[in-house]
Structures are given as C-alpha cells and as structure tokens.
C-alpha cells in the first residue's frame, strides 16, 4: 500500500513469481500519492491537475496495479484529488486510500474511490450528515447515528466501491493490554528498528473510554456496510508506527473482528480470499479453490466455518504449487527469529 521500499518490493515481486525467491504474492499500488509536503518517504507530492495525471501514471510504471492516495497537510487539491481518480478510471486502476476533510465521502464514491479504515469513515455517520465539520473523536462518536450510517452505506454499496476496514487497528488503540497480549509472542520475529516505531500515539491524544467507544461503533459500522452490500476487504494496515500490530499474524486478528462486528466466519474469509481476487480483477486465477486456478492454498487442521480462530491451526501452505509443510513453516519460522537478533 505504498512506502519508501518501491524498487525492493518491485524485485520481491519478480524474484517471487520465477521462483527464485520465497514470499507471497505481492500486488503494489507504487509509491503513494499525497499533498505537497507527503508524510511518509517516497510519496509522490501532487499539487495540480497536471501533476495529478503525471503521478498517476509514474505510479503505474514504478510497478502500481493500482492507485494509492494519502491525506498529508497540505491536502492534495480539490481538483487535482478527482484528476487522480479519473486518471486512474482512464488507465483502468482501482484507486483507494484516505480522504481529505476538505472532500465528502458520497462525492469521492460517485467518483470511483475505494476506502480504507472504517474509524475515518465515521465522521460520514453523523445526525447532521455535514461531514466536512471540523469534529474531535469525541464529537464524531457522539454524532454517530445508525439511520444516518446506513444511509451512507447504501450511497456506497450504489456506487460500487469497497471498504477495508482495517478493525485491529481500532481494536488495539482501544485494548491495549489485550493488544499486548498478542503481540507479545510475534515480537521475536520483527526487527528491533521496527519496533522501535511502536508509540502509543493515539493513547496520548484521546481517553481510553472514546477509543473504546471508537471500537464498538467501528464494528457496528462494519456490520452495517455488510448488510448493506458493500464489499469487505480484509487488511490489518500493517506498518511502521501501527503498534502491536504483526505482518501476517495480525491479518487472522482482522477476521476475528469481523466475526466479532456479526459478520459470519464464512463472510469473514471471503473478504480475504474472493472479495480481494474480484476488488484486483484476478477471480479468474485466485480467490476460490477450483481447477485451473493457482494453487496458493492454506491447509488447516480446524475448520475455520465452525471457529474462524482456526485459520490459524495451519498443516501446511501451498505457494504457487510449491508444498511448505508444518516443519518447514517452523523452519522459516526460527530463522526469522534468528535474523531478527542479527546486529
């Protein structure tokens, strides 16, 4: 989704699919796209329309098979935030990301964008339905009404755009210690720098009683697009400062949430396999279990239809046909450890 590691991810990705390197398959928007000064490194800064156009289509040939926007300050502008959207149309790309306070969510839906992070899509919920007023955490859950949420979920589901909820990261801002809990035995595997990221930010800026708050209506809200028709996506918006959250652990995290939000478990792994393989127009290959389609396939010990806690109970994966078994997993497994103590 976007980083400072273009040209590394871009070789994963080849060295990958040949087969001279193990990982997953790995699809790239390229580098972000953000306002004139871009929060994170590598980001390209949009300013103008031309711009716009003219990142657009840089993302695409740094690797993007898909458009990312970021809503650093100075926002990207009003008319150059749609030039990216209908640049992205004209090339065929999904676009997806943040959204500025200074654009609605309706406008920016009827305009093709998908949305990540069910917390920011909550200042569209509000009774007023003014969703450009400056609101706090506290106001915006205070306004949140579920007439006025569903009504803006069926603007979305009419518009046909998807929503990646991202729930661990709402969930972890809201329970920490529980948070802890489970990060606890993943930390051996990340290096120290990125741990280093870890801050309790949000902890500092708001109470514990509103970002739990934050939470209930989060998983109220994901329930309500649910309902409503709008495609899930399944992430957990791994990355650096997203505390206690664990590259690959933390996505099994996420479908707990949508069970918990009343999602059903089937529901819930379909927003990580089919609704993921449809969203990058890839149905053809993967996303479902059929012949003729790729052979990425996890083999797990539980039925995951009964719990969905035992997506985690993995036999073995199948990686593009390539059979990785309980005992070569914990292989892998121990030396991440081991390049993680590495000076």
């Not at 289509?57 to 926002?75: C, D, H, M, V």
């Not at 741990?195 to 708050?213: F, G, P």
Request: aromatic fraction near 6%; charged fraction near 25%.
């Amino acid at each position: 989704m976007g980083g400072d590691m273009v040209d590394t991810v871009v070789r994963w990705q080849k060295n990958i699919s040949s087969g001279k390197q193990v990982g997953p398959r790995i699809v790239t928007c390229g580098p972000k796209l953000d306002g004139a000064k871009p929060v994170w490194p590598g980001s390209i800064p949009v300013t103008s329309v031309d711009e716009a156009r003219a990142a657009v289509q840089r993302a695409r040939t740094e690797g993007g098979e898909f458009t990312k926007i970021y809503n650093g300050l100075p926002s990207i502008p009003r008319d150059a935030y749609f030039a990216i959207l209908a640049e992205s149309k004209r090339l065929g790309l999904h676009a997806t990301g943040h959204l500025t306070k200074e654009i609605r969510y309706v406008e920016a839906a009827a305009a093709g964008q998908d949305f990540e992070h069910i917390s920011s899509l909550l200042r569209a919920c509000g009774r007023s339905q003014d969703e450009l007023a400056a609101r706090t955490l506290a106001e915006t859950i205070s306004a949140f009404d579920p007439e006025s949420a569903r009504e803006f979920a069926r603007s979305l589901a009419q518009a046909g755009v998807s929503v990646t909820p991202t729930l661990s990261v709402v969930f972890q801002l809201a329970n920490q210690e529980a948070a802890e809990a489970l990060s606890a035995p993943r930390r051996p595997y990340l290096l120290p720098r990125y741990l280093e990221t870890w801050t309790d930010r949000a902890r500092r800026r708001d109470s514990a009683a509103i970002l739990q708050d934050q939470y209930k209506i989060s998983l109220q809200f994901t329930k309500i697009l649910k309902d409503e028709g709008v495609p899930l996506l399944a992430g957990s918006d791994i990355g650096a400062s997203n505390s206690k959250l664990t590259p690959g652990f933390s996505l099994h995290d996420e479908l707990e949430q949508f069970v918990k939000a009343g999602l059903t478990p089937e529901e819930a792994l379909r927003a990580a396999t089919w609704n993921g393989a449809k969203w990058l127009g890839r149905q053809d290959s993967i996303g479902t279990l059929e012949p003729g389609k790729l052979a990425d396939i996890v083999v797990l010990d539980a039925n995951p239809l009964e719990d969905i806690h035992n997506t985690t109970k993995i036999r073995t994966v199948i990686a593009n046909g390539k059979v990785f078994n309980r005992a070569t997993l914990d292989e892998m497994l121990d030396n991440a450890a081991r390049r993680a103590r590495l000076p």
